[in-house]
């Protein structure tokens, strides 16, 4: 008995000991699967970084073969996979447009330093224009009569129109637009009405991407088209807008930016679009002109056109340097009997803050459309009398428009001083 106890615990042994060292044998080579096909996936998202997007297909393409051996989801690795096949044909289409300037600025005031002509319309925030404590950093889109606006809340998109100086009852914008658990933002109307930009997550690169839709009715948008790079990159890009009076367009990009920084472009737009020969450049140019690595490297061939260009970027600048110069000395903003402020970093409350830099938006634009309107009814003065008629309707919209203008920025004031007296008081 004794022995047959013996053998049984040395066989009992025997059998649980290999077992056991088998165990960790095969733990130790699921490890380095794992680590193997991790590596597989970062080096999927480091390749669609630096722009090798066929490098970057293959890499998510041996990741997901080894999740379905491991049984394991594949959903995610699956929508990287179709964002580097998007990058792969962009990058067969990069647009050859001239970027004349960049600059980095605080995003969360980046659209304070867009400057567009009146007519290109007006650009705030939602928590401005609506005065909400929301911070769900929508935009809010008006257009140079005031009678459209179209605006993002939530991430999605509305639309407005006014009717007797009253914004109708906001209308979500019909499908394909505004796609479930998509983020939709940054709107904006070029002047023909129609032609609608804006940024989404749907069918994008991965964040925000730019795309461009139109509306052939009321009520009916087109497929909405990504317009590719160099605009759109694997970062955030938004804010696309077009200049037509001074042919200028803008857009922004959190592209090689830290966190809270943003790079605004300023370009020349393409009456239609025209593309890089591929066969003229080596991979390494093509990628370059893709990313944006450098602004000058699209001035090549195009001395006359960025020249133009960057005149009329600095005659912009100066008009609205004199705007501000005039304004800060002819509106020194009276808080209240004891304080006086000339400069938006005077303000201690960031919600009178925000407001003042609001108001000075729409006293500059204000001032604009006063020197317009003065233009507009000496022309109508010095006309022939049968040709007077023609020009009343135009003159009479502008008259509504400077009007109106004028309230909003007495508002605005209001407010900014309400709010810094409120804050002041409390602290």
């Not at 066989?11 to 733990?27: C, D, E, G, M, W």
Request: aromatic letters at 10%; charged letters at 25%.
């Amino acid at each position: 008995m004794k022995l047959s106890y013996l053998f049984n615990v040395v066989l009992i042994s025997l059998v649980f000991v290999p077992s056991n060292a088998q165990n960790k044998a095969t733990a130790h080579k699921r490890t380095i699967k794992t680590t193997a096909s991790g590596s597989l996936l970062d080096n999927g998202d480091r390749l669609m970084t630096a722009y090798k997007w066929n490098d970057a297909v293959n890499a998510y393409k041996k990741y997901i073969s080894q999740l379905v051996r491991e049984k394991t989801p594949t959903e995610t690795t699956q929508s990287k996979l179709e964002q580097a096949q998007m990058g792969a044909k962009m990058i067969n289409g990069v647009e050859r447009v001239v970027i004349i300037d960049s600059l980095v600025v605080e995003k969360d005031s980046f659209l304070t330093k867009y400057q567009l002509s009146t007519d290109a319309g007006l650009l705030t925030t939602y928590e401005q224009y609506f005065k909400s404590n929301d911070k769900n950093y929508g935009t809010v889109y008006i257009n140079e009569l005031e009678n459209r606006m179209i605006y993002s809340n939530n991430g999605k998109l509305y639309n407005c129109t006014k009717l007797i100086n009253k914004w109708s009852t906001p209308q979500i914008l019909p499908a394909p637009l505004n796609i479930d658990g998509q983020n939709y933002n940054y709107p904006f109307l070029q002047t023909d009405g129609t032609t609608l930009s804006y940024a989404s997550t749907a069918e994008s690169l991965g964040k925000l991407d730019i795309f461009i839709t139109s509306n052939d009715s009321a009520d009916t948008y087109l497929k909405p088209q990504n317009i590719g790079m160099p605009f759109n990159s694997p970062d955030n890009d938004y804010m696309y807008t077009i200049d037509e009076t001074n042919n200028l367009g803008w857009f922004a990009s959190d592209r090689r930016q830290p966190e809270n920084k943003v790079c605004i472009y300023v370009f020349v737009p393409n009456k239609t679009k025209k593309v890089y020969d591929q066969s003229t450049m080596d991979a390494k140019q093509l990628i370059h002109l893709a990313e944006i690595h450098a602004i000058r490297e699209t001035w090549v061939d195009n001395d006359s056109i960025v020249q133009a260009a960057l005149q009329r970027l600095s005659e912009i600048k100066k008009a609205n340097d004199v705007s501000i110069k005039r304004t800060k000395k002819e509106h020194l903003f009276i808080v209240n009997d004891k304080i006086s402020y000339s400069e938006a970093s005077d303000f201690k409350s960031p919600e009178a803050k925000k407001l003042y830099i609001h108001y000075e938006q729409l006293y500059n634009q204000l001032k604009q459309q006063e020197a317009k309107l003065e233009d507009m009814r000496n022309t109508y003065a010095n006309t022939e009398a049968e040709k007077r008629e023609a020009m009343i309707p135009g003159l009479m919209d502008l008259e509504k428009h400077v009007s109106l203008l004028k309230r909003q920025a007495k508002d605005t004031e209001k407010f900014a001083r309400n709010a810094e007296n409120i804050y002041q008081k409390k602290n």
